[in-house]
């Protein structure tokens, strides 16, 4: 079992950073596949970011390519976002997700495990 509390959302201006955390319990995190999900109202939740256990493989949605950078640290059990250049349009609820295998980073399926998640609002 792993549980995910995530934490770092907010309000900020268009342009501005916001810097998600994740932590998880249990001994085993890094042996899991993590992930960063969004929901924003009335859509589907989408892919942003996935990065593997040992932290040398990352993953990132089109969208947000360039501008948000997902890292871990596994002595701590916590999975980082760093979002910067922030636009409206990344306003969501932000979701962090664990798996051990996680065959396809990119859909919400392959996770087993999921945080509460937590509010990113960007005014423009």
């Known amino acids: 079992q792993v549980q995910l509390v995530e934490s770092g959302g907010g309000l900020v201006q268009a342009g501005g950073s916001l810097r998600l955390s994740c932590a998880a319990s249990?001994?085993?995190?890094?042996?899991?596949?993590m992930g960063w999900f969004r929901q924003a109202p009335g859509k589907e939740r989408e892919f942003v970011a996935a990065i593997i256990w040992s932290g040398s493989r990352t993953y990132y949605a089109d969208s947000v390519k360039g501008r948000f950078t997902i890292s871990r640290d596994n002595a701590k059990n916590t999975v980082y976002l760093q979002m910067n250049s922030l636009k409206p349009e990344d306003t969501a609820v932000y979701y962090c997700?664990?798996?051990?295998?996680?065959?396809?980073?990119?859909?919400?399926?392959?996770?087993?495990?999921w945080g509460q998640g937590t509010q990113v609002t960007v005014s423009s």
């Open positions: 997700a664990a798996d051990l295998q996680a065959s396809i980073v990119h859909l919400p399926p392959s996770y087993d495990y």
């Open positions: 249990g001994r085993t995190f890094s042996s899991y596949t």
